[in-house]
C-alpha cells in the first residue's frame, strides 16, 4: 500500500473539471491502492456515435530511406488543405451535449456525432434562412481540387468531397442538412453547395437551429479542427475551420500551430522492440510506408533493412515460441503479419478481409496469441491463433471504441481495454470461456490510446486526459475494486507506455517540450519519484515505446529528423541520453 500524503486523494475524472496545473518536476503523490468502490456499470455507448478516425501515417515515396522526413508529407504545407467558414454565421458550443442540437447547445468537435466517418464534426449555425452554403479552401502551394465521394438524403442533402493538391487526395469534407445541394457537376472553390433552411421530416424540424452539420477526415492520420471557443463564437465567410492533410496523431484534436505553419513539433511513428535469439530487434514504418528492422547483434547495431509492406500504422512485434511476429495495418485496410523462426521472414499476409483503422496490438495468453485492432465500423475485433488450427479469424465484441486496444493478460484472464467514443475507458474480460461484456472503468474524459499492465497483482490502467492540463491519470484494479482515477501530474502531450523494471513501475510520457519524461513507483521505498527528463538535451517527435533487454531499460522513439532513437540504463544507473541507431 502506498503512503497517503496528506491533501492525496483519488479523483473521479470528470468533464470539465480536468486539474489545468503548470508541469511539475516535483514528486505527485500517487497512491498504488486505493479501493473505492466496485468498477462502474457499464453505459451502453449510442451506436451513432461512430466517429472514424483515420490510420497510420502519411506516405511518402522518397526512396529506400526508412526516415520520415518532416518536410515530406507530415510537415509540407502543400500536402495541407485548410478549410474555410462556408458563410457569415456562428461556431458550434464548446461544450459536450447530448442531441437535439440546438443554437445554444450545439456540440463541440470531439464529441459531436460523425455519421460521414469523419475524424471529428461540429455544426456552423446561421441566423438567416437561406443563408447561401460556399465551398471555402485554400493551400499554401500546389494545384487544390475536388472531386464528387458521395451524396445523401435524410435530414436535408449532404454531399462529400474530397480534396486533392497535384493530384493526390489528402482527405474528405463532408456537409450535411443541405437544401438545394448541388451534387454533380465540376466542382471549383468558392462555389455554391447549397443553402441553410430550417428542414422538416415526417412533420418534425430535424435541424433546429438553421444549421449545417460538417466534418473532415484525412486519408492518412487524423485531420484537426481550429477550435473557436465557446457557444456562439461568430466567424466570418472563409475563417478557418481545420486542416485536411495534418499530421495529428489522436482523433479529435484541434490544430496546433505546426499543422498551420509546417514547421514545429510533429509526431512521428512510434518504433516496436522485442527481444528474439538473444538480441533486441527494433522494427519502424519508414515514410515509403516499408516496415524497417535492426538488431543489436551483441557489438553492434545491423542497420535498418526492408521486411517490405505497404502499412498505415505502426508496427506490433511479439515472439511467440521460435517466431518472431509482426503486425501491422495495410494501406487496403487490411492487419498482415509475417514472421521470422530464425531462418528468414516469411512474407506479408492478409489475416482477414476486415477492414481496420488505428494501431494493431498482439498479446500471449497462454498458448494462443490475440491480436486486436479497432475496425473502420468502430467495433474491436480479435484474431487468435492457436498452436493445431492457425489463425481463426476476425470477430467483433461489439460496442462502439476510438482507441487502439491495450490487451494484457492478468491472472489467467484475457482484458482488453479501450476508450470509448463517449471518452469513456472501458474493459472487457475474457475468462477462458466467453467474453463478459464493456464496463467502465470511471467516468470522463480521456483520451488518446491508453496503456494496461499487471504489477504484482494490482491491474494498472494509465491514459491522458485532454484540454490545456494534459495529465496523466491512473486507475488500478486490487483484485477487489477500483482505485478511481488518480492525477499523475503534467502536462503531456503523448501517449503512456508503462513498464516493470526489477521490481519497480515505470511510467514514460512525452512532453509538450517534445522530451521524455519518467517516473516511477519504487516497490523499496513504497513511493513515487518525480517527473524527470530521460534527456533534457534532446526533444523528439513521436511516443516512448520501453523494453528491457538483458539487465538494460531501453527507450525507443522517433525523433524530430524522422530517424530511430535509443536512450539506455543500466540497473541502479542514469539515462546515457538518445543516440540515433544506424542506417
Known amino acids: ?6 491533501g492525496d486523494t483519488a479523483q473521479s475524472l470528470q468533464l470539465g473539471l480536468v486539474p489545468d496545473a503548470p508541469f511539475q518536476l ?3 503523490p500517487l497512491p498504488i491502492e486505493t479501493p473505492a468502490g466496485q468498477p462502474h456499470a457499464f453505459d451502453r455507448l449510442h451506436n451513432k456515435w461512430t466517429s472514424l478516425f483515420a490510420v497510420g501515417s502519411a506516405l511518402v515515396a522518397f526512396g529506400a530511406s526508412p526516415f520520415v522526413k518532416p518536410e515530406a508529407a507530415y510537415a509540407d504545407i502543400t500536402k495541407q488543405v485548410t478549410i474555410g467558414m462556408p458563410f457569415d454565421g456562428q461556431w458550434a458550443f464548446n461544450t459536450d451535449v447530448s442531441p437535439p442540437y440546438t443554437d445554444s447547445n450545439s456540440s463541440h468537435p470531439s464529441m459531436h456525432h460523425t455519421p460521414g466517418s469523419g475524424d471529428w464534426a461540429t455544426d456552423l449555425y446561421s441566423n438567416t434562412e437561406g443563408k447561401v452554403v460556399k465551398l471555402k479552401a485554400k493551400v499554401g502551394a500546389g494545384a487544390l481540387s475536388f ?5 445523401t438524403t435524410s435530414c436535408g442533402q449532404s454531399v462529400k468531397l474530397n480534396a486533392l493538391v497535384d493530384g493526390q487526395n489528402v482527405g474528405s469534407i463532408y456537409i450535411a442538412h443541405l437544401s438545394d445541394a448541388v ?7 468558392g462555389m455554391t453547395l447549397g443553402t441553410v433552411k430550417e428542414i422538416t421530416k415526417d412533420g418534425t424540424v430535424c435541424n433546429p437551429g438553421r444549421h449545417v452539420h460538417i466534418e473532415f477526415k484525412n486519408t492518412v492520420d487524423y485531420s484537426c479542427y481550429t477550435d473557436h471557443g465557446h457557444p456562439g463564437t461568430p466567424l466570418n465567410e472563409g475563417d478557418d475551420l481545420g486542416v485536411l492533410g495534418s499530421s495529428n496523431k489522436g482523433a479529435k484534436q484541434s490544430c496546433s500551430a505546426a499543422e498551420t505553419s509546417g514547421t514545429g513539433s510533429i509526431t512521428l511513428a512510434r518504433p516496436a522492440a522485442a527481444n528474439f535469439n538473444g538480441a533486441l530487434n527494433v522494427f519502424t514504418r519508414g515514410g515509403d510506408g516499408q516496415i524497417y528492422t535492426q538488431y543489436w547483434n551483441g557489438t553492434t547495431w545491423t542497420g535498418f533493412s526492408s521486411i517490405g509492406g505497404n502499412m498505415v500504422s505502426d508496427p506490433a512485434a511479439i515472439v511467440n515460441g521460435s517466431a518472431l511476429n509482426v503486425f501491422a495495418l495495410n494501406q487496403d485496410g487490411q492487419i498482415y503479419t509475417k514472421y521470422n523462426n530464425g531462418s528468414g521472414w516469411t512474407g506479408w499476409a492478409s489475416m482477414g478481409s476486415q477492414t481496420m483503422k488505428g494501431n494493431p496490438r498482439v498479446v500471449q495468453y497462454g498458448t494462443e496469441l490475440d491480436v486486436f485492432a479497432l475496425g473502420t465500423d468502430g467495433h474491436p475485433y480479435k484474431n487468435t491463433w492457436q498452436p493445431t488450427s492457425g489463425w481463426g479469424g476476425w470477430s467483433s465484441l461489439g460496442n462502439y471504441m476510438d482507441s487502439s486496444p491495450a ?8 482484458e482488453v481495454i479501450m476508450r470509448g467514443t463517449d471518452n469513456v475507458i472501458y474493459k472487457d474480460t475474457w475468462n477462458g470461456a466467453s467474453w463478459g461484456g464493456f464496463g467502465a472503468i470511471g467516468n470522463c474524459c480521456l483520451a488518446g490510446n491508453p496503456d494496461a499492465i499487471q504489477y504484482g497483482s494490482q ?6 486526459a485532454p484540454g490545456s492540463a494534459s495529465h496523466l491519470w491512473k486507475n488500478t484494479w486490487n483484485g477487489s475494486s477500483w482505485s478511481g482515477w488518480i492525477d499523475a501530474g503534467g502536462p503531456f502531450a503523448g501517449d503512456p507506455d508503462v513498464i516493470q523494471y526489477g521490481s519497480d513501475l515505470n511510467v514514460f510520457t512525452r512532453g509538450g517540450d517534445g522530451q521524455i519524461y519518467t517516473r516511477y513507483w519504487s516497490a523499496t521505498n513504497q513511493t513515487w519519484s518525480g517527473w524527470a527528463s530521460a534527456d533534457p538535451n534532446k526533444a523528439v517527435a513521436g511516443d516512448p515505446t520501453v523494453v528491457q533487454s538483458g539487465t538494460e531499460l531501453d527507450i525507443l522513439v522517433t525523433g524530430t529528423d524522422g530517424k530511430t532513437y535509443k536512450n539506455t540504463k543500466q540497473q541502479g544507473g542514469n539515462w546515457g541520453g538518445f543516440s540515433a541507431l544506424p542506417g
Open 407 to 414: 490487451p494484457i493478460a492478468y491472472n489467467g484472464e484475457l
Open 147 to 151: 472531386s464528387w465521394a458521395s451524396s
Open 1 to 6: 500500500m502506498a503512503e497517503n500524503i496528506p
Open 183 to 189: 451534387t454533380s457537376g465540376n466542382i471549383t472553390n
Open 459 to 464: 491491474l494498472d490502467v494509465w491514459s491522458n
Open 26 to 28: 516535483e514528486p505527485v
